[in-house]
């Protein structure tokens, strides 16, 4: 059974940073694309950033590009979101998703940006 | 970027009578493989979104059969033959054949 299981989150000022783990189970970590998708309160649901299972190459939606560094461990099958310069509207529950597709999701994480 | 249309964005619904949700999108969704990445989400309140539905019309494991997806190119549907209390909740259409992924705005389904 794939389970995938976020962390991280919280209350952080605006400018600050913090970094979300996914660890992930269940499934071949090291071969399959991963995807961090958000949801701000109330709202719908945004693609914020995937990275590649064959060869570790990433991507941003634009509005974080240059904010956010998507990474993964597979020696631990754990994926990353390293999100710096955060902004108000970053506030959202993040999600980590199994492959571009989001085949399977977390239980997520709040990130709240906040003076 | 795609840009998702779902309509209506809010669907009441008499327990037992069929619900249909449409998804369209800004370009066609057919890929350079052929396939078409159009993917259909439940988010139940409180709770994380499930895919019910990938490449237009695949049912996912476990997913009841009263679930069924449809379409082509830009139009697609997602149709529940008969709704029951536990299908409340947001519907998302969801395309990966353009980069970025991009999300339909939701479609919420209640009882009346």
């Known amino acids: 059974e794939v389970q995938l299981l976020e962390s991280g989150g919280g209350l952080v000022q605006p400018g600050g940073s913090l970094r979300l783990s996914c660890a992930a189970s269940g499934f071949t970590f090291s071969s399959h694309d991963m995807s961090w998708v958000r949801q701000a309160p109330g709202k719908g649901l945004e693609w914020v950033s995937g990275i590649s299972g064959r060869n570790g190459s990433t991507s941003y939606v634009d509005s974080v590009k240059g904010r956010f560094i998507i990474s993964r461990d597979t020696s631990d099958n754990t994926l990353y979101l390293q999100m710096n310069s955060l902004r108000a509207e970053d506030t959202a529950i993040y999600y980590c998703?199994?492959?571009?597709?989001?085949?399977?999701w977390g239980q997520g994480t709040l990130v709240t940006v906040s003076s | 970027d795609v840009v998702m249309t779902q309509s209506p964005l809010s669907l009441p619904v008499t327990l037992g009578q069929p619900a249909s949700i449409s998804c369209r999108s800004s370009h066609s969704l057919v890929h350079g493989d052929g396939n078409t990445y159009l993917n259909w989400f439940q988010q139940r309140p409180g709770q994380s979104p499930k895919r019910l539905i990938y490449?237009?019309?695949d049912r996912d494991s476990g997913v009841p059969d009263r679930f069924s997806g449809s379409g082509s190119g830009t139009d697609f549907t997602l149709k529940i033959s008969r709704v029951e209390a536990e299908d409340v909740g947001v519907y998302f259409c969801?395309?990966?054949?353009?980069?970025?992924?991009?999300f339909g705005q939701g479609t919420k389904v209640e009882i009346k």
């Open positions: 969801l395309q990966a054949t353009r980069w970025p992924p991009t």
């Open positions: 490449k237009v019309s």
């Open positions: 998703a199994k492959g571009y597709w989001c085949d399977d």
